[in-house]
Structures are given as structure tokens and as C-alpha cells.
């Protein structure tokens, strides 16, 4: 999926590391001591990891560094990337599926202002080079304009996007639209829905609703991709919890990595609720999608 | 782990409470939960530890040593600092001697800037001023259109003219001051506080706006970044307020406390939903009681006085303690509390609801069903319930559309209401105290 290069992805990571280098600089030559066990602490708390799962990364690491017999600080470095990496499971599956001779169609949800219509356009201009056909569906029939942003967005990468009107239901603007893709010979529906606090009993319910009408074409539905904003902190682990809950979610966007937020929320989400982070965004260009790689990311957020 | 912050404030005070005197190991206590509780709120770590230092001075001073109420001290003082941090008075737009008064709004990507401009712009509208929205974000599609179709919706006039922000600003305040506009507001693109580029541009347009306000928008889900965001801002453009968006979800807000700290800036409004009338004044002192379980009493009593008739309310409360209360009076009253919104949202801002309580999915089909049964009786039977027999129970039934149980289990809850109300009146004098602790 990526076509920004290592390179590019690097320097654009590299904003969001800032403060864990500065630890390191910090930890330079100094030997292993309750204050750099404070430090450490301190740090992943900066960077959203949240009280559990910095708790129980911190023990990992001392745990590690007991066996190991470290005395520099410097060596705690290593030893928290590999506690990442193991917390985020390399092994977990984080391809996104379709199914071959059949529309599949992809949900997109989350809360507002997350990134929701951006992500849609970069997964559809994705699947478009790879040459299947693709259809984008502004199910958003709430917001003013939503459905204008992903027509631009649409007309930009030359990718034909089905509409509701503003106000309609969006269960059936997307029933429709599935319709036409099955009848069309569509290969990928990617399905942009609007925002919704997890909150909102009846907004959710009205999503539900969404995913039961794309359940009455079998098989179709092969992804419900939950969109999570980089900068969100520890209620990020509600919204995919209730999310997860409503509509069965797949796997999680952690989109706009590209500032300064490390997007540490995931950890949680991946470990206390078993949802793999599958994509990340790295910025507002259609390419700015790339696959989420679990050391790199590590590796990244260390510095 | 989904524990939001006043109910952890719930626990640790619950258990300050059935201590009787407040030592320096329970000020301690007390400082590690508050400050597990910021955290998870969100609340910068930075800005968690000064306010734990602050905290932590102030309850183990003569203040708590001389108290006779050790959990009410500190409580307090939990609530003081708060508030302080928060920001002490509510603050509000800047209104220049020569109008327009201009605002320009700023902040990252998907913070709620385009919604707030127009909800602020109606909400002006709603004052009888004459506000003019300029579209200036030119960089993600569709912006302007949805800028048009919020401002249509608002009944406010909607400037979008030229092909950089820079010039549209400029463009902005010359249509305002062909239309005699009071105020103007300037919806800008979102951007990345690191972004060089784009922020030299919000600098030009800033510029270009000469703006007696520019607010930055955080959305309250923000985590610890909220701190950085707010102070590159700040440096970059001159910032006076923030507002505080998507708070009518279940994230604590812990950003406010933290943007606040860090750059001063007072926080302007709070956006609670995505109608044009969801942004209110923001309350420090409000949110900090929110924050600490005491509930949004506040507010609660706000809509209280703006939906309830006093005289009313007033003859309403005779009756309750006469005993005459009828079921007549049942329906006025349940009509007048629905009418302040939905009940889950009456329960969240309620002190001393339990988080089980809040999470419970009020039926509000029921309290229609209860409503159709009361308005299936005659006057007469409204008055006096003792006289609906089997067949007028039937009657009742069919008239509302529900069944005989549906109506005697109503009619039973009534009574056994208006049996508590009497003994409740029999009983020991006084009022019941509120449990919110003095200023």
C-alpha cells in the first residue's frame, strides 16, 4: 500500500519522536536508577500509552532489565522496544480482506473530526492503482457537505462516488449502492459514514442499522475499519470498545501520525481488546496511507 | 479502566469520608489517587504534577489541621484548584467600540473549527447581531460548501472570495463592512502545529483578519499532545481563548485543564453536540464540580428556571405536601422535566448518581407509554384514581393503547408516591442538604 518511501516515512515518524530521543540523550551514561525508572514512566504516559498498559510495560522492562543485570540506563531503550513489539503481537493478521468475484465492501466509523472521509479516499485511491474497480459511497448524510468532500475527493483521483441526499437514510443510500456494485461488477465499495460520538445511543443505533443492510448481501462485508485520531488519549479506548461493540469493528486506522502525537492509545486498544492496527496515516496526500508495522513502530516512537 | 474521573474522585472521597481525621498519610493517599485519576483523564502529566504539588501544600497546611471535617476540606480545595486551573470567572468574546468584531478560529484537523464558527455565529444571530462567516479553508475539500450550507441553516451570510486564505480574510472584513456586519468570523484550515508552511500562512491570515479574538479549538478526547498543540499555537499567532469541543461525550475534558494551565488562555465556550445552538459559555467552576462527582448542579438549576413555571413549581410543591397531589399534577410535572431534554443527559449532570445509574438506557418510550395512560383517564379520574374500576381500567387501557397491567402497575406506583410523600411530611422537619460542599 505504501509508496511514500522508508526514507520519507522516517522524517515524517520522526516529529513524533522527539521526546522519547531526548530521553535517550537523557539516559546517555547514567547509571539505572529509580529516576530513570521515573523517567520512563513519565514518557510513555506522555505519548497516550495510558496508566494500565505503561504499569505493565514498566514491569516488562524491569522484569528484563533484572535478568539481563542492566546498570546503564542507556540499555532500557532496547529492552522497551522489545516490550512493545511483543505487546503489539507481530503475529496478528493486519491484511485487509476482500473477496475475489464479489463487491466487498469496507466500513468506515469513528468519531467526528477523526478522519474518516480522508482514510476512505486513500483506501479507494489505493485499491484503484492496484486496478480493481472501486466504488466510494458517502453514507455521511449528516453533515453539511460531506458528501461534496468526497466527491472532490472522488473527481481528484477519478473514482466514481455514489451519494444520498443530504438528510436521507444512510442505510439505504447504502444498500443502493452495494446493489449497483454487485450489478456493475465492482470489486472493492469503500464506505465513508459519518461521525458519531460513541455516546449517542441513536447514532449508533442508526449505524448498526448500516451494517445489518450490507450483512443482506452474504460475504460481502469484509472490513469495519474503526478511525482513530493520533492526538485522541485514553478515551480512544472507549470509542473502539463501544465501536467494537455496535458493529463488530476489524481493525483500527490510527490516522494524522505525521504530527506530534504518538498515538500510544493503541497499545491498549490492540492489547485489551484484541483489535489490530492496520493502517496508519501519515498525512493529507492521497498516498499518505501506509501498512502498520509493529517494530517499526516501536522503533519509531523510541527514536 | 473505563472509569471516567468523578467517579474515581467518588471512590477516594467515599473512603475520605469514613475517616475521621486527615493525616499526612492520607493527604498522600489521596494525592496518588487524584493524580491516577488526572492521568487517566488526560491531564497532562506535566501539569498533573504541579497541580499535585499545589494539592498536596495546601491540604496538609493549618487549613485541613484545624478542620473539624477533614473530607470536606479537601474536597474543597480538590474543587479550588480545579477551578483555578481552569481558568476562576468565565470569560467571554472581546466586543470592540467599532464594530465588527472579528474572530478568527484556528486549531488541528478535525477539532471542530467549520461547526463552532457556525454555531457561533448563530448564537450571536440569536442576540440580534448581525454576524458575517468567512470561508478560509481552502485546503480540504468541501469546507467552503459546508461552510455555506451551516451558515444557510443559521440564517447568516456566508463570504468566500479569492484563491488563497490570506485574501479571502482580507476579502471578509470588506464584504462585513459592506453589510454593516457586527461581527465577523473566520473559519480557517486545520493544520498541524509543527507545519511550518501552513503555519506562516495562519500568521498571514491572522494578519490579514486583524482579529479582536483568536480561538483555538481543542477537542475535549484530546490526549496529553493537547499541551503542545495549544503552546505552538500560541506562539505562532495571538491566541486569546480556546473552545472546548465534543464535550458531550463520556472523554473527561482533562485537555482544558491542561491547555489552560499552559498558556493562560481562558477557555471561551464548550461545543456539546451537533446542533447549531449545542455551544454554551464554558463554566470552570462547573466543569471542576463535574469533574469531581459533585454533578453539573449548575447547570442543572439553569434549565430548571428556564423550563419551570415558579408559581407553579411553587403550588406543585404545596400539593406535594398537602398529599393532594393528583395525577394530573404527575403529568404536568413529567411533562415540564422531559421538557428539559432527555433524562440521560438530566442524570449526567446530577450530583451523587452512581455510574450505574448514568449508564442506564432510560427508556424514554416508557415515559410516553406512562404519559398516554394518564391522558386516557377522565378529570375526574386523574383527581381521584380510587374510582377507576375494572372496566374503566380496560377502558384506560384501550384508550392508550397499552393493557390492564401496564395500568395498574401506573396506578400502584402512584400510590405508593403519594403514600411516601405524606409520611415524608410527617416526618422530622428541615431540608434535606445538598451535598455540595461551601465555596
Same mark, same amino acid.
Given at each position: ?13 520522526? *516529529? ?14 547514567? *547509571? ?52 512493545? =513489539? ?11 480482506? =476482500? ?17 474518516? =472521509? ?8 489505493? !485499491? ?19 458528501? @461534496? ?16 441526499? @443530504? ?25 465513508? =459514514? ?35 485520531? !493520533? ?12 465501536? !467494537? ?50 517494530? !517499526? ?7 | ?11 477516594? #472521597?467515599?473512603?475520605? /469520608? ?35 504539588? /499545589? ?28 477551578? &483555578? ?11 470592540? $467600540? ?12 478535525? $477539532? ?39 451558515? +444557510? ?6 463570504? $468566500? ?60 478526547? &484530546?490526549?496529553?499532545? +493537547? ?5 505552538? #499555537?500560541?506562539? /505562532? ?25 499552559? &498558556? ?17 459559555? #464554558? ?118 393503547? &397499552? ?35 461551601? /465555596?
Amino acid at each position: 500500500m505504501s509508496r511514500a518511501s522508508d526514507a520519507a516515512l522516517e522524517e515524517r515518524l520522526g *516529529r513524533s519522536r522527539a521526546p522519547f530521543a531526548r530521553l535517550r540523550d537523557r539516559w546517555r551514561a547514567r *547509571r539505572l536508577d529509580e529516576s530513570a525508572w521515573d523517567e520512563l514512566e513519565e514518557t510513555l504516559l506522555a505519548a497516550d500509552v495510558g496508566l494500565a498498559t505503561t504499569g505493565a510495560l514498566v514491569d516488562d522492562v524491569r522484569e528484563a532489565a533484572r535478568r539481563a543485570r542492566v546498570q546503564d540506563a542507556d540499555d532500557l531503550g532496547p529492552l522497551l522496544e522489545a516490550a512493545i =513489539t511483543r505487546r503489539l503481537d507481530a503475529g496478528r493478521d493486519r491484511s485487509l480482506t =476482500t473477496v475475489p468475484g464479489q463487491a466487498s465492501v469496507w466500513l468506515l466509523v469513528g468519531v467526528n473530526g477523526t478522519g474518516k =472521509t480522508t482514510t476512505a479516499a486513500k483506501l479507494a485511491h489505493a !485499491a484503484h492503482d492496484r486496478g480493481e474497480r472501486v466504488l466510494l459511497v458517502a453514507a455521511d448524510t449528516f453533515r453539511a457537505a460531506a458528501a @461534496e468532500q468526497l466527491a472532490a475527493w472522488g473527481a481528484a483521483l477519478d473514482i466514481e462516488v455514489l451519494r444520498g441526499a @443530504e438528510g436521507g437514510d444512510p442505510a439505504s443510500v447504502v444498500f443502493d449502492a452495494v446493489q449497483a456494485a454487485g450489478a456493475r461488477g465492482v470489486d472493492l465499495v469503500v464506505v465513508d =459514514t459519518a461521525g458519531r460520538l460513541h455516546t449517542k445511543r441513536n447514532l449508533m443505533e442508526e449505524l448498526k442499522k448500516v451494517r445489518r443492510i450490507v450483512e443482506r448481501f452474504p460475504g460481502a462485508l469484509t472490513e469495519v475499519l474503526l478511525v482513530l485520531d !493520533a492526538t485522541t488519549g485514553q478515551n480512544g479506548l472507549t470509542q473502539a470498545r463501544d465501536f !467494537a461493540d455496535a458493529v463488530g469493528v476489524t481493525g483500527v486506522v490510527l490516522a494524522k501520525l505525521d504530527g506530534t502525537a504518538k498515538g500510544g492509545i493503541v497499545l491498549a486498544v490492540e492489547t485489551d481488546l484484541g483489535l489490530p492496527v492496520k493502517l496508519i496515516g501519515v498525512g493529507e496526500g492521497a498516498d499518505d496511507l501506509v501498512a502498520f508495522d509493529p517494530p !517499526a513502530f516501536a522503533t519509531a516512537l523510541l527514536g | 479502566m473505563f472509569d471516567t474521573l468523578a467517579d474515581r474522585f467518588d471512590v477516594i #472521597f467515599r473512603r475520605l /469520608r469514613s475517616r475521621g481525621h486527615l493525616n499526612a498519610a492520607a493527604v498522600d493517599e489521596v494525592a496518588r489517587e487524584i493524580r491516577l485519576a488526572l492521568l487517566e483523564a488526560d491531564v497532562n502529566v506535566r501539569v498533573v504534577k504541579s497541580f499535585i504539588t /499545589r494539592l498536596k501544600e495546601r491540604a496538609t497546611g493549618a487549613e485541613v489541621a484545624q478542620s473539624l471535617s477533614p473530607a470536606q476540606q479537601v474536597i474543597k480545595i480538590v474543587h479550588e484548584e480545579l477551578t &483555578t486551573t481552569l481558568g476562576g470567572t468565565v470569560a467571554t468574546l472581546r466586543r470592540p $467600540s467599532q464594530p465588527p468584531a472579528v474572530v478568527v478560529l484556528v486549531g488541528l484537523q478535525g $477539532s471542530g473549527k467549520t461547526t463552532v464558527a457556525a454555531k457561533l455565529a448563530y448564537h450571536l444571530a440569536a442576540q440580534g447581531r448581525r454576524p458575517l462567516l468567512v470561508a478560509a479553508d481552502l485546503a480540504r475539500p468541501a469546507a467552503v460548501e459546508q461552510l455555506q450550507v451551516l451558515g +444557510a441553516a443559521a440564517g447568516v451570510p456566508v463570504s $468566500s472570495d479569492g484563491t488563497d486564505p490570506v485574501a479571502v480574510a482580507a476579502a471578509g472584513r470588506a464584504e462585513a463592512a459592506r453589510l454593516g456586519s457586527t461581527d465577523v468570523i473566520i473559519d480557517t484550515a486545520g493544520r498541524l502545529q509543527i507545519d511550518d508552511d501552513l503555519m506562516s500562512e495562519l500568521a498571514r491570515v491572522v494578519d490579514a483578519a486583524g482579529p479582536h479574538d483568536v480561538l483555538l479549538t481543542v477537542d475535549a478526547m &484530546t490526549g496529553q499532545e +493537547a499541551v503542545n498543540v495549544a503552546s505552538d #499555537f500560541a506562539d /505562532r499567532v495571538p491566541l486569546t481563548g480556546v473552545v472546548l469541543t465534543k464535550l458531550d461525550g463520556d472523554a473527561r475534558g482533562g485537555a482544558a485543564l491542561s491547555v489552560r494551565e499552559v &498558556t493562560g488562555l481562558p477557555i471561551v465556550f464548550a461545543g456539546v453536540g451537533e446542533k447549531l445552538d449545542d455551544l454554551e459559555p #464554558f463554566h470552570p467552576d462547573r466543569l471542576a464540580s463535574r469533574i469531581l462527582g459533585m454533578g453539573d448542579v449548575l447547570t442543572l438549576i439553569e434549565k430548571a428556571e428556564a423550563t419551570f413555571d415558579a408559581q407553579q413549581a411553587q403550588a406543585t410543591e404545596a400539593k406535594l405536601r398537602s398529599g393532594r397531589f393528583t395525577l394530573e399534577d404527575f403529568l404536568d410535572q413529567m411533562r415540564q422535566v422531559r421538557q428539559m431534554g432527555p433524562i440521560q443527559n438530566l442524570m449526567a449532570m446530577m450530583p451523587g448518581v452512581p455510574k450505574q445509574l448514568r449508564d442506564v438506557d432510560v427508556d424514554e418510550g416508557e415515559l410516553a407509554r406512562l404519559e398516554a395512560i394518564i391522558c386516557a383517564m377522565t378529570p375526574a379520574e386523574r383527581r381521584d384514581p380510587s374510582i377507576i374500576n375494572g372496566s374503566r381500567r380496560a377502558r384506560i387501557a384501550r384508550g392508550s393503547g &397499552t393493557s390492564t397491567p401496564a395500568v395498574n402497575a401506573l396506578l400502584k406506583q402512584f400510590k405508593m408516591v403519594q403514600q411516601m410523600m405524606r409520611s415524608m411530611n410527617r416526618g422530622p422537619k428541615g431540608r434535606r442538604r445538598l451535598p455540595v460542599p461551601g /465555596r
